[in-house]
Structures are given as C-alpha cells and as structure tokens.
C-alpha cells in the first residue's frame, strides 16, 4: 500500500499521540498506586479499580501505536530514498582546479 508523504506524515503524527497519551497515562495511574502504596495510606478501592482499568485500556493503545510505527518504519525502509538525480534536479558541477 503507497502512501503520499502527506498521509505518512499524517499517520506519523497521529501515531506519536496515540503513544504520548497512552504513556501518559499509565504513568499517572502507576505513580498515583505507587505513591500511595509507599506513604502508606490506602486509596478507595473505586478509586484503585478505576486507576487499574486505566492502565488496563491505555495498554492496547500503546501497543497498537507501537506496531504500526514499527511497520511503518519497516515500510518506509524498504523503500528507494529520493536522490538529487531521481527528483530531476541536476548536481552541481564542480569546478576544474588550475594548475
């Protein structure tokens, strides 16, 4: 499937925010039980299933986000990279040294 730098690039941003938010928010929740558990205090357990649930969801996402990243990466690879001579655009000639 080709894709037009426009639509990777698209992809690429939306890839990136899927994976930003889905950390952000394991690592909210993770520092919340965490923080709570060392300083001894306990949470209510709506307020513990609701964080659980939390990393539960955000788990799928950042999976998701990282797979395709990777196959994209993977794709865009195989993929000749765009030269000077394969966009038209002439080299610039050099200049002969005088002796």
Known sequence: MKQTVKQAEKLEKI???????SIALMGISSTIMSVAGLAGFALPP???RV????NL???PVLVYSTVK??????EAAKQPAKTAAT?????????????
């Open 51 to 54: 964080l659980g649930v939390v």
């Open 87 to 99: 966009n038209g655009v002439k080299k610039p000639k050099k200049k002969k040294k005088k002796k």
């Open 15 to 21: 890839l990136n925010w899927l994976m930003g938010i």
């Open 57 to 59: 969801l955000a788990l």
């Open 46 to 48: 709506v307020l513990l």
């Open 69 to 74: 990243k990777v196959l994209h990466a993977r």
